[in-house]
């Protein structure tokens, strides 16, 4: 069976081998049980035909000439012809007519004629019985028809006159019997096999689902308990790994945040006094470079601050009409600077204040480097398509994946009010990837920038 005709799933591939390996054991089988009916068939009609031949030779050697013709018609049938001729029809035996041999000596006991005999197969049906069509005609020819590879035995039994007794009798192999009564044990226990193999696959899939959901989850970093322990004593070792490693990655990320959090809230209280000393210097060249480079630790403080915000994901999800939202961050950017297509409804299931800090950022992104926003909202495959546009410069090809990187800055000037922190495409993406999401850039034809958002519409 090519593997490409096989089921998808664990439950109907496991069903699918087990009914093919029943139907190959159980043709095999089949087969088997045939060629030995077909053998154990041939044998005893052998025999009887050999009993038969000798029994025409005792009567035979005991009547006299001219009525041998007559018992020689008599014993004539569809599947045997005998005939008295000079010469043996058979000059040797062949090497499984022994059985047969025997036989007959049983028979002709002391009178210790002769014989030979010899078994092979041919291709031809047996003769008609000689003589006018009849009776035995019609029924020879339903009996022996044109099937192939008939059996054929030719005996040769020495009489006491000096004659020979020569036999032939030939025989089909028994054709198959496909009965309803025949079937039956195979359809119970492919029946067996199936209900066998769906609860099997029960106890495996089940528990490999929720293996998968809960992957899913913490994916998208969401909190969730720990997976039941179910199915077979692999699954169950699987789910216990799974549960140890969500624990460690939710720690691990909880720390980090945590730290950097309190790193960035610390760094308020120099970045205060130092403003407060600027305050009190006079004014001079060097006091304006001093408070320029305060303003810049201040912002990345505070966009250091929004990222861990960001990851903590602390909100809880809700259903939100996402082009609601997206009309309410256009209003808010303000007339003319960003525009959303007409879009209808569509509910998904999000953090609200991240995911509006999130498309918020790639809005006031597209507005800085292009002037305007283009906005609009799509609903495709279980995902929301929302795409933020701008006819600004764009960017290189090779750049387009750096730009999310924290704290890379693409515009020249270094200036913290047309450039940033470098943090707002960072942020967005952690938002997005937190729902299950992601957002990507490429260039637009004729110029620009568009950054196309893929949120699913389940939990986020």
């Not at 092979?120 to 008609?128: D, E, I, K, N």
């Not at 020979?164 to 028994?174: A, E, G, H």
């Not at 003319?336 to 007409?342: D, N, V």
């Not at 943090?423 to 110029?447: M, W």
């Amino acid at each position: 069976m090519s593997l490409r005709l096989l089921p998808r799933s664990l439950g109907g591939q496991l069903l699918a081998l087990l009914l093919l390996a029943l139907a190959v054991t159980q043709g095999l089988g089949y087969v088997l049980f045939a060629d030995e009916r077909s053998r154990a068939v041939r044998a005893a009609l052998g025999l009887e035909a050999a009993g038969r031949a000798a029994n025409v030779a005792l009567l035979l050697g005991d009547a006299p000439a001219d009525l041998r013709a007559s018992i020689l018609r008599s014993a004539d049938s569809p599947l045997v012809s005998f005939s008295l001729a000079a010469e043996p029809a058979v000059a040797r035996d062949s090497a499984d007519a022994a059985e047969f041999i025997a036989r007959m000596q049983q028979i002709l006991g002391a009178a210790g004629q002769e014989l030979h005999a010899d078994i092979h197969t041919r291709t031809l049906p047996l003769a008609p019985p000689p003589g006018p069509p009849g009776v035995m005609r019609p029924m020879h020819e339903v009996m022996m028809g044109e099937r192939a590879e008939p059996v054929e035995m030719s005996l040769s039994i020495r009489l006491a006159g000096g004659d020979w007794l020569n036999v032939r009798t030939m025989f089909n192999r028994p054709e198959l019997q496909m009965t309803p009564q025949a079937l039956l044990p195979l359809a119970l226990m492919a029946a067996a096999v199936a209900l066998v193999a769906l609860v099997t696959a029960r106890r495996v899939v089940g528990p490999m689902r929720a293996l998968a959901a809960g992957a899913d989850r913490l994916g998208r970093g969401i909190d969730a308990a720990a997976l039941p322990l179910s199915g077979p004593t692999e699954v169950r070792e699987t789910t216990q790994a799974f549960n140890r490693m969500q624990e460690r990655l939710t720690r691990f990320v909880a720390d980090r945040t945590h730290l950097l959090a309190a790193l960035s809230h610390d760094l308020r209280s120099p970045l205060t006094a130092m403003r407060l000393r600027l305050e009190m210097l006079e004014e001079s060249d060097d006091t304006e470079r001093l408070r320029r480079l305060v303003d810049e630790m201040q912002e990345m403080v505070e966009a250091t601050l929004a990222f861990a915000r960001g990851a903590a994901q602390s909100e809880a999800s809700a259903p939100l009409d996402l082009a609601a939202l997206l009309a309410d961050l256009a209003a808010d950017a303000g007339a003319g600077r960003a525009s959303l297509a007409p879009a209808a409804p569509l509910l998904a299931t999000v953090r609200q204040t991240a995911l509006s800090r999130a498309l918020r950022n790639l809005i006031d992104n597209a507005i800085r480097y292009g002037g305007s926003a283009e906005i609009s909202l799509a609903e495709g495959g279980g995902l929301a398509r929302i795409t933020i546009a701008d006819r600004g410069p764009g960017l290189p090809e090779d750049q387009l994946e750096a730009a999310f990187a924290p704290f890379v800055r693409f515009e020249t000037s270094r200036s913290r009010e047309t450039g940033g922190a470098g943090l707002g495409l960072a942020i967005a993406r952690t938002i997005l990837q937190a729902h299950g999401g992601d957002v990507q850039l490429r260039n637009r034809a004729g110029g620009g920038l568009e950054a196309e958002v893929r949120l699913p519409l389940g939990e986020g």
